[in-house]
Nanobody, 115 residues
Framework: QVQLVESGGGLVQAGGSLRLSCAAS????????MGWYRQAPGKQRELVAQ???????MYADSVKGRFTISRDNAKNTVYLQMNSLKPEDTAAYYC?????????WGQGTQVTVSS
């Protein structure tokens, strides 16, 4: 299995930036893709960004051009750089690692964007 620990959330004003980090440990050689999801109160969890082992990325339409997912293989860490943040980006953000037979989640980190 893969264990994930997120960090980097916080409170920021609209227009500001934050960078989330997700450190992976365990069976990291079995990871096919990693992604960031978010869940706002009363809403379903949604995919924000995904990065595959092949380097392909995918972004939700709502964050395209503002968020960037990247990784540092030496540190087994995936990042989500969030720029031009909006109040509607406020949510708990979760890191996900997906393999052929499993899906692991981190504990989540809160991002709050004030207007």
């Amino acid at each position: 299995q893969v264990q994930l620990v997120e960090s980097g959330g916080g409170l920021v004003q609209a227009g500001g930036s934050l960078r989330l980090s997700c450190a992976a440990s365990g069976s990291i050689n079995r990871i096919n893709a990693m992604g960031w999801y978010r869940q706002a109160p009363g809403k379903q969890r949604e995919l924000v960004a995904q990065l595959t082992n092949a380097g392909s990325t995918m972004y939700a339409d709502s964050v395209k051009g503002r968020f960037t997912i990247s990784r540092d293989n030496a540190k087994n860490t995936v990042y989500l750089q969030m720029n031009s943040l909006k109040p509607e980006d406020t949510a708990a953000y979760y890191c996900n690692a997906r393999g052929f037979t499993y899906s692991s989640w981190g504990q989540g980190t809160q991002v709050t964007v004030s207007s």
